[in-house]
C-alpha cells in the first residue's frame, strides 16, 4: 500500500516536472484603462514614487510596510525600496526611462520570491482621454515561476492587482 501511494507520488512529481519544461521561460501581464485626464497629468502620478499611494494596488496591504525613496524625485535614476508582510514582500523599484508617452521601471521583487521584471506604462492621447497600458515583462525562472505557472499564470496572479491600480489611478486622475 505504501510503495503504491509512493509510486503515485513521484509520478505526480515527474508529471509536474515535464509539464514545467513545457512552460514559457518568460511572462508578459498587460491591462489597459481610459482615464478622463491628459497624458501630464497620469504620467505625475506614474513618474513621482511619492504619488503611487494614492493608486498602487499594494500601497495599504501592510499599514506598516517601511519605504525609502532616494534618487532624484520624477526623473530616471528615481528609486522606491519597501519591506513588509507577506503580502507585500521586499524589493525594489527604479526608473529606467521617461519619454512623453511611456515610463518604464525595473522592479526586484527579493521576498517572498526573487524575481526580476520590466513595467512600462505607455500613455495614448485620444482627445481629452488617455489611454494608459500597463505592461510588465519578465524572466520566468524554473523556480518558482515556471513551475507554479503549471497551476496558475502571472496574468491571474498579478492581472487583478493591475485592475485594481488602473482603476485607483483614474480615481485619483479624474478626481483630485
Known amino acids: ?38 497624458p ?17 494596488p499594494w500601497a495599504h496591504l501592510d499599514p506598516d510596510m517601511k519605504t525609502t525613496y532616494s534618487g532624484p524625485s520624477s526623473a530616471v535614476g528615481s528609486v522606491y525600496e519597501w519591506e513588509g508582510n507577506s503580502k507585500v514582500g521586499k524589493g525594489r523599484m527604479e526608473i529606467l526611462a521617461i519619454e512623453p508617452a511611456k515610463t518604464t521601471i525595473k522592479i526586484d521583487f ?31 525562472r524554473f523556480f518558482p515561476g515556471r513551475v507554479m505557472s503549471v497551476f496558475t499564470s502571472m496574468d491571474k496572479v498579478v492581472g487583478p492587482d493591475f485592475d485594481k491600480g ?11
Open 1 to 38: 500500500m505504501f510503495k503504491a501511494i509512493g509510486l503515485i507520488v513521484v509520478l505526480a512529481v515527474a508529471a509536474i516536472l515535464l509539464l514545467t519544461f513545457t512552460r514559457p521561460s518568460s511572462f508578459r501581464v498587460e491591462r489597459s484603462t481610459t482615464i478622463a485626464a491628459p
Open 40 to 56: 501630464e497629468k497620469i504620467s505625475a502620478l506614474i513618474d513621482d514614487f511619492h504619488q503611487w499611494n494614492a493608486w498602487s
Open 110 to 140: 527579493l521576498k517572498p520570491f526573487e524575481s526580476h521584471s520590466t513595467a512600462d506604462f505607455v500613455l495614448e492621447p485620444q482627445g481629452s482621454d488617455t489611454r494608459v497600458n500597463w505592461i510588465m515583462n519578465g524572466p520566468m
Open 166 to 176: 488602473l482603476a485607483n489611478m483614474k480615481a485619483a486622475a479624474e478626481h483630485p
